[in-house]
């Protein structure tokens, strides 16, 4: 018989945001190895896990972004360490700044090289290593289609509120479309009489402050109540 903690993550589709696939990704990050214990106790368990295109877009940018600031490239590394203190996080520079510190290596291109320099190839590895599969949203459907073109401009316009500045147009895009394939989802389930839970495993609060909100977990909130569930034995960070 499974455990209760399987039974919750197995009756569940669990959507993936793009900094939780970064951290998955980038090797030496500060989440790196917390987020593999996540996943590894999320495959055991059964999850079903989701990506969205925009996801994966979303994770080749960043990974292309840390490429330009890289210190080979800027010419600064402090002002690049420093940058991963603002609102431009980037879980690669931060993996590179990691095993630089421990000399696993000596230049981005090495880092580079070590997660696998086609980083098109890491990333469905780790996509295949853990199960997580692409979906796309039906734009297909007047509805869906319709959702998704009203989500875009909700977007937007909080992250202009929230960030007083122009709005990286593909996470609007990308937030829209994870806010499309979820609520979709959940439309299916309804419809079919299905009992089945639909959650986006994220940090973003920006579905927090729409009419229809997703069930969203953190990863780390999520980790302590897998912990804290009868018969689990998720070893401790």
């Keep these: 018989m499974k455990s209760i903690g399987a039974t919750f993550i197995s009756k569940a589709d669990w959507y993936v945001d793009s900094h939780i696939l970064q951290a998955l990704v980038a090797e030496g990050c500060a989440s790196n190895a917390f987020m593999k214990s996540l996943f590894d106790i999320l495959v055991r368990k059964g999850a079903k896990l989701y990506v969205t295109p925009g996801v994966i877009e979303e994770v080749l940018y960043h990974f292309d972004e840390a490429d330009k600031r890289s210190p080979e490239k800027c010419g600064d590394f402090y002002s690049t360490a420093l940058s991963l203190l603002k609102d431009k996080y980037n879980f690669f520079l931060d993996g590179f700044i990691n095993c630089m510190a421990r000399g696993d290596v000596a230049s981005y291109q090495q880092y580079s090289k070590r997660i696998n320099r086609v980083i098109t190839n890491r990333l469905r590895a780790v996509l295949m290593k853990y199960g997580i599969k692409e979906v796309r949203i039906d734009l297909e459907s007047a509805e869906y289609k319709r959702r998704f073109e009203e989500t875009i401009k909700v977007v937007d316009k909080i992250r202009r509120k929230k960030n007083r500045e122009e709005p990286n147009q593909l996470k609007v895009k990308t937030d829209a479309e994870i806010y499309v394939a979820v609520t979709q989802k959940e439309d299916e389930y309804v419809r079919c009489g299905i009992s089945r839970k639909v959650y986006f495993l994220s940090h ?3 579905f927090d402050r729409v009419e229809r909100t997703l069930k ?16 689990e034995n998720a070893p401790t960070m």
Aim: proline share 5%; aromatic share 16%; no cysteine.
């Design 204 to 206: 973003s609060t920006m």
């Design 216 to 231: 969203r977990w953190t990863d780390y909130a999520l980790y302590r109540v897998i912990q804290s569930l009868p018969n």
